[in-house]
């Protein structure tokens, strides 16, 4: 549009001396068409002349100062083609195609993408469902495609491949009144093996460390039981299931703790951890961001190993289940608008092998 109102104006201010002047204008214009042919082959001398959009624009506009009959003798185009760039340059004036907005979903700002390759890099173990997640729970929702395409376009694996191989799928989220139980080992550093109970509730999410021992007998498991029932408290009356596989571990003792809740107790088939997949898929949440980077001393850094794990999971840790929410938490985060002035602050858990996002106040 811009094109052919550029091009009206010029063949206006090349008539403006036709009529004030009344000067015999059509040879001055002739003289300008063949000065301009000539540039136009010094342009083209070795090779086929082609024309470009500015001669075009040029030799259609002088066209309009001399008379038609004339046309063959002076442009070095026929007449057809010369009228051709005509109808187009006034056609443009209807081509709205370069007013139209932009559609389709905004480009993602430079800062966020800065923000997403920082996590990528001091997260090793993160993939991109997790950076979303996380960046969910800061107050930035994004697609986890385009973190995964952000992460791809810089060579960084989208993947947690980047230190080793992913698990597997699990089932679906299972009923809400269900809380499961397993046992999970840790070896400290003078090669002493530790067993630690943990219980987890499906509804929410919420992850229990009851506690750990080199002895894990009947008698502690009971205890352990107990307290559980009592950190629960009113909790209770919501679960109607306890998912535990068949250890003897557990036995009789163990089940009327629960029991007294009026809870049932669900046991699952020999040898089919897939029964048991939220508990298996938690404890290798702590193996894979916390055991597997902390050498264990003893038993009381286990159990500190594992509280501050714990505090983390269920304050702080999103959950894709929970719409990346963590299990404590109950409402979502606002979008930060402003994201280049506002300052991230990164708190160390464990001395760092995880790290928790927040903006400051």
Known sequence: MIVSMLYKVARRLL????????????????????????????????GPVRYE????????????????????AVFPVTPGTLLAWHRRLIAAKWDYSTWRTRTGRPPTRAALKNLVLRLARENAGWGHKRIQGELARLGHPIAASTVREIL????????????????????????????????????????????????????????????????????WVVQQARNVAAV??????????????????????????????????????????????????????????????????????????????????????PHRARNQLPPDAHEQTTAADDLESRRLLRTRVLGGVINEYRYAA
């Not at 059509?26 to 136009?40: G, I, Q």
């Not at 068949?246 to 163990?254: A, L």
């Open 152 to 219: 791809h376009t810089v060579g960084i694996d989208p993947a947690p491949r980047r230190t080793g191989p992913t698990w597997r799928e699990f089932l679906a989220a299972q009923a809400e009144g269900i809380i499961a139980v397993d046992f999970f080992h840790l070896d400290t550093v003078r090669g002493q093996r530790l067993y630690a109970l943990a219980f987890l509730e499906h509804g929410t999410r919420r992850l229990h460390s009851a506690g750990v021992t080199a002895l894990p007998t009947r008698d």
């Open 232 to 317: 629960l408290g009113r909790r209770t009356e919501s679960l109607r299931f306890l998912l535990r596989d068949r250890d003897g571990k557990y036995g009789q003792s163990f089940d009327a703790v629960f029991e007294a809740e009026e809870m049932e107790i669900l046991k699952s088939a020999p040898r089919v951890p897939r029964m048991n997949a939220h508990c298996e898929r938690v404890i290798g949440s702590i193996r894979r961001e916390a055991l597997d980077h902390v050498l264990i001393m003893n038993q009381a850094h286990a159990r500190h190993v594992l509280a501050a794990y714990q505090q983390h999971y269920n304050e702080h840790r």
């Open 53 to 72: 959009p500015e001669d075009r624009f040029w030799l259609a506009a002088l066209s309009s100062l001399i008379p038609r009959h004339r046309w063959r």
């Open 15 to 46: 008539s403006f001396p036709k009529v004030l002047l009344r000067c015999d204008t059509a040879k001055e214009a002739e003289l300008l068409v063949l000065r301009h042919e000539n540039t136009v082959l010094r342009r083209h001398l070795a």
